[in-house]
């Protein structure tokens, strides 16, 4: 038998490295397998190869990339696991050369007969993936009737490896889609159910309330703490109802803006009036800065009110007793800027991110003891970008957090910052 020369070596593991940069730049799978049979011919000097792939269904293997001319013939034909030296390979996930058929039973005659072709020799590895093996890639008929060498088996050995790694990947790319696709399909019937859900919800919670709140003023005190903790509760209810139903309409594009000249500067104050009792039965210090100007713009202050109540009554939930929560609006840039800034027990880093979707709450014992449904932010963030405006958080954990929204004061050149993804700006 006659060994390589260096020189030949050389060519062949440059060939085998082309094969390696195909991985990446193959056009597809098939280009790809095509290529590995065509040096698995070349390089074993054997006259055909083929890769062969199981098929669960069938329970046989198939022919899943061969030589062109063989192609119409090979495609239909399966071959059993038992009586064939591919199903041998794949059952074992051990290679297998066998240097002459005529004295070994494993070999398929099947295939011969269909492809009118006379196998001698062949060699035969197992693709891998992940211990688990998937194919198997075959040489067949070693030319000048030479026996297949330990050199032949490395090259093919190498090139299945290869193919199995080709293979996983497209099987990865295909996981990764339908993994999207099903996302997609679970956000939609989120946003359905959101939509159904407040919908739904809303009449019957209306009934409640209104009849609880005429039986309270009719029947005085006798049932007063009964009836005021029904209404209390049904009117958390409502504020619920009310948040899911408003991140639905931004969502669906069914909400409306109602503009008219307002002052943030008032908008503030009045927040800061609405939850100053609060403030005081914590004891946190809550107020505003940035002067006495009205901050004037167009928009929609109900909304507005919302997004900015939601951030303050974030700030006291997540603050501790002697803590400072602090409102400050300035003028910046052709925008009015706008924070939220406490001392409290702030949101770990990883988290940060998420803060702004819908039903996200941190989530460690930490802050399991506060209540809401994670959904304050989702709709402080929609009624902003709604006016063209931006929100995004900045914190540490354990020493506060500041949150920021900027809206377009409608004075300036600069294009308002298009309604988006969560953007922390540099
Ligand atoms: P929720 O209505 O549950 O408070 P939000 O959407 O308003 O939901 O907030 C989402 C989560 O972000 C909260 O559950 C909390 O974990 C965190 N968070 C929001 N604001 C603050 C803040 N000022 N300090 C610390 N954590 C906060």
């Keep these: 038998m006659r060994s390589m020369t260096t020189n030949e070596r050389i060519d062949h593991l440059e060939r085998l490295l082309e094969v390696v940069r195909g991985l990446t730049t193959a056009p597809d799978l098939e280009a790809f397998l095509q290529t590995v049979i065509n040096e698995a011919t070349e390089l074993t000097d054997s006259e055909l190869s083929s890769i062969l792939e199981y098929d669960e269904a069938a329970e046989e293997l198939r022919f899943l990339a061969m030589h062109w001319f063989q192609r119409d013939l090979l495609r239909p034909v399966g071959v059993p696991l038992d009586g064939s030296a591919a199903g041998w390979v794949y059952r074992r996930g051990q290679p297998l050369i066998i240097q002459d058929v005529r004295v070994d039973q494993r070999h398929f005659k099947v295939v011969d007969r269909v492809t009118k072709h006379i196998t001698h020799s062949l060699v035969a590895v197992p693709l891998m993936v ?201 003028e910046d840039d052709g925008y009015y800027k706008v924070t939220v800034t406490d001392d409290g027990i702030g949101i770990p880093a990883r988290d940060l991110p998420r803060v702004f979707e819908r039903f996200f709450q941190v989530e460690t014992h930490l802050t399991r003891r506060y209540g809401g449904m994670g959904l304050g932010l989702a709709v402080a963030k929609a009624m902003i970008e709604l006016h063209g405006g931006r929100i995004w958080a900045e914190s540490e954990e354990g020493r506060g957090s500041k949150f920021t929204f900027l809206l377009p004061t409608g004075q300036s050149q600069h294009s308002p910052a298009a309604p988006g993804p969560f953007v922390e700006p540099s």
């Design 130 to 330: 992940r211990g688990e093996v998937v194919g198997v890639l075959e040489a067949l008929n070693k030319k000048d009737n030479a026996h297949y060498t330990e050199e032949d088996l490395t090259i093919l050995e190498t090139l299945a490896a290869l193919a199995a790694q080709a293979i996983q990947n497209v099987a990865l790319q295909r996981k990764v889609r339908a993994t999207a696709i099903e996302l997609a399909e679970l956000e939609r019937l989120k946003t359905d159910f959101i939509a159904i859900a407040s919908h739904e919800l809303r009449t019957p919670l209306g009934l409640i309330l209104g009849h609880a709140t005429f039986l309270r003023e009719m029947t005085g005190e006798e049932y007063g703490e009964q009836l005021d903790m029904i209404i209390r509760n049904a009117t958390k209810l409502k504020t619920i109802v009310e948040n899911l139903s408003d991140v639905d309409n931004i969502q669906n594009g069914a909400a409306r803006l109602r503009n008219q000249t307002v002052s943030l500067r008032k908008i503030i104050d009045e927040v800061v009036d609405t939850f100053q009792d609060e403030a005081n039965s914590k004891n946190i210090t809550l107020g505003s800065e940035g002067g006495g100007s009205p901050f004037h713009l167009d928009a929609d202050g109900f909304k507005l009110s919302i997004a900015l109540s939601n951030l303050v009554k974030n700030a006291l939930q997540f603050t501790d007793s002697g803590g400072h929560v602090t409102i400050r609006v300035e």
